[in-house]
């Protein structure tokens, strides 16, 4: 009987351990988000152009520069997750779908070995003002994901966000 008591206080210990991490990463996820909502108001405030919507971002495929395959899902993924993210601040900003995105980068054929001019070209053909580009990589057995808001109004004042560090086994979390 004692033995029992004991496993079922670990499940019960489990359970709100997960809730607690699950609860850390929403929150992680909504400072990243409000972060990003910062950076592009400051990129807002910069001269705007005429043809595309001063709101609207595009968030480009995050890129796989870990030279294995298998974590490609991990880049689109990682892609979605920031729309569904930056899409809670409809007020704020208008988030181009990833699916048009998808689409649009089939249609076009964009180079992405020349990331400015790919960004330029991405934002320009969803009729964004910005566009979020961005890489997964491996650094020892860790995934790094590193990100930056590109301005079409002047490709070169490009701002980098804080990268995302998660052991390569725990690819997920570093996405949520």
Do not use: C
């Not at 990833?98 to 649009?104: F, I, S």
């Not at 301005?151 to 690819?171: G, K, N, Q, T």
């Amino acid at each position: 009987m004692r033995q029992r008591g004991r496993n079922l206080d670990a499940v019960i210990q489990h359970k709100k351990a997960l809730r607690r991490q699950r609860l850390r990463s929403f929150l992680f996820a909504l400072g990243v988000g409000g972060f990003m909502l910062f950076v592009l108001y400051q990129l807002e405030r910069r001269s705007g152009l005429p043809d595309v919507d001063a709101r609207r971002v595009v968030i480009a495929p995050f890129e796989n520069l870990t030279n294995d395959s298998t974590l490609d899902p991990v880049g689109l993924i990682a892609t979605d997750w920031t729309t569904r993210i930056l899409s809670f601040y409809r007020a704020s900003v208008d988030v181009v779908p990833t699916t048009t995105t998808l689409a649009h980068i089939r249609a076009g054929r964009l180079d992405t070995r020349a990331p400015v001019d790919y960004a330029v070209r991405l934002a320009s053909g969803v009729g964004a003002r910005r566009v979020l580009v961005g890489s997964v990589y491996l650094a020892g057995d860790s995934l790094r994901f590193a990100a930056r808001i590109i301005d079409v109004a002047d490709p070169s004042a490009s701002d980098d966000l804080p990268e995302i560090v998660v052991a390569r086994a725990d690819a997920m979390r570093g996405v949520q």
